[in-house]
């Protein structure tokens, strides 16, 4: 964990160095995304086979590619109550949240006389990924499958990886609720291959979405284009401003939130009280030494973790926004009218009783969201991912002598006449 305070000599440098690390995916993740990918284009099921075999443990051949709809009944039927209520409640809120998403479709006929349009349909076929390698994600199954379902996709296909043999009863649960159409045993990025390109055993998809570790969100990345992709939604992040009026307690516990996922999360604190970050910076050490899952959150808090003090939370936020994070909790007593200042956040988490980890499940919103600052420009994966519009226009012999003579005058000034002679040739016929 660093500690920075904006008011040193050097702080702009060490914060810009934090801004720019390349945390989330560095070369060597790039370079062998890449093979595997190639691998998989080229060889199909024997390179899926291979590398779930080398990286999770499992042999797809004799103990089964795919689970099926009977597999996830069974669970469901076998889940505690307790369990099967919290799932249904977070199914729910997020199937309510997301139903708000869908689109409208637009058919006018302006001034001009001219119909114009744009109508919203979903893809054929989304392949939702569902990360599986150190936890079991459950609600990201609901969070994917729930948008595309209240979308219209047509085939609905999940992929997780199934480490040493074991499947999550609560992964399938999840499927059964949120009508899941095919589940294969596979992850990384040999499963996102597979959804893009197609093998001797699955289909292609349309889209892929959903969240995962570095070599997940690296393929996404290199295979947007031959498929649609939500966004790059990599190892979590969280950035906390906190006035010392909290707990330092449970700012600790949201930060090690985030950093329990994975040693390349990343957890930051921004405070405007210098011995509030002292008593975090503790209360961290002490819940660590508590957590089952230190190891990993130990890793991502030493390595990426930092506590950076700011002589107001207003000057805080002008580096939230730098940083663009995956997560944004506002804990102050102004946490409104900071709210107001964010431009460049994944989601919000407004008030001291708003811990992001509520948005994990239960709230509404969707918690995949853009990592690695690249919510200056994406966002949270909604219905929209996974349906496209076509736009449509009809014109009538007036509509076209209307507006048809400045398409033959930019056609011809462009040196394209049979651009303009499509339109002219009708326009002489009257
Ligand atoms: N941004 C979001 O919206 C969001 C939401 C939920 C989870 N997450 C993130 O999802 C991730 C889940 O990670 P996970 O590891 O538990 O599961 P995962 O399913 O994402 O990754 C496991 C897979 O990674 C591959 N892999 C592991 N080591 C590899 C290596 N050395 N080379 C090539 N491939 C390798 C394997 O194929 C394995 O099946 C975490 O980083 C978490 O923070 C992000
Ligand atoms: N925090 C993750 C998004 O970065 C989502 C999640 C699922 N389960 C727990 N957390
Ligand atoms: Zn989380």
Redesign the pocket.
């Known amino acids: 964990m660093i500690r920075l305070n904006a008011s040193d000599a050097g702080f702009s440098r060490a914060f810009t160095d934090l801004v720019n690390a390349r945390r989330e995916a560095d070369e060597d993740v790039a370079r062998d995304v890449t093979a595997m990918i190639a691998r998989v284009r080229t060889e199909g099921d024997a390179a899926v086979k291979e590398l779930t075999q080398r990286f999770d443990r499992f042999d797809l051949d004799t103990q089964g590619w795919k689970l099926d709809r009977a597999d996830c009944l069974a669970a469901w039927e076998g889940l505690q109550p307790e369990l099967r209520d919290a799932l249904e409640l977070a199914a729910e809120r997020i199937a309510i949240y997301h139903s708000k998403q869908k689109p409208e479709d637009r058919d006018e006929i302006d001034s001009a006389g001219v119909r114009l349009g744009a109508r919203w349909r979903a893809v054929d076929a989304a392949g939702v990924y569902v990360p599986g390698g150190r936890?079991a994600?459950p609600?990201?199954v609901l969070m994917n499958a729930l948008p595309a379902r209240a979308a219209g996709v047509g085939r609905l296909v999940m992929v997780t990886p199934t480490p040493n043999g074991e499947v999550n009863p609560l992964v399938l649960a999840a499927a059964h609720l949120a009508g899941v159409d095919e589940i294969w045993r596979i992850g990384g990025a040999q499963a996102i291959a597979a959804l893009a390109y197609g093998t001797e055993t699955i289909e292609p998809v349309d889209v892929i979405t959903g969240?995962g570790n570095a070599w997940v969100a690296e393929a996404k990345r290199q295979l947007y284009g031959v498929v649609g992709i939500d966004m790059v939604?990599g190892p979590?992040?969280i950035v906390v401003v906190a006035d010392g009026e909290n707990d330092a307690d449970w700012i600790a516990a949201d930060l090690l939130?985030?950093a329990e996922?994975d040693p390349t999360s990343q957890s930051i604190l921004f405070t405007d009280d210098a011995g509030f970050a002292d008593k975090v910076a503790e209360a961290v050490e002490r819940a660590l030494a508590q957590l089952a899952t230190e190891k990993t959150a130990r890793a991502s808090w030493d390595a990426n973790g930092a506590i950076i003090v700011v002589p107001d939370l207003v000057a805080a936020m002008p580096l939230v926004d730098r940083l663009a994070p995956?997560?944004l909790e506002l804990a102050c007593d102004n946490a409104e009218g900071l709210f107001e200042m964010v431009r460049h956040a994944g989601s919000v988490f407004i008030g001291r009783y708003t811990p992001?980890?509520v948005g994990?499940?239960v709230a509404g919103p969707n918690?995949?969201?853009p990592?690695g600052r690249r919510a200056r420009f994406a966002s949270g994966l909604s219905v929209l991912d996974f349906m496209k519009r076509t736009s449509f226009l009809s014109l009538d012999e007036a509509g076209l002598a209307a507006i048809g003579p400045a398409a033959v005058a930019l056609a011809r000034a462009e040196g394209l006449p049979a651009h303009a002679e499509s339109v002219a040739i009708r326009l002489r016929s009257k």
Do not use: F
Request: without cysteine; proline residues 5%.
């Open positions: 936890a994600y609600s990201s969240p939604a979590s992040e939130s985030q996922h995956e997560h992001e980890a994990d499940y918690h995949v969201l990592t």
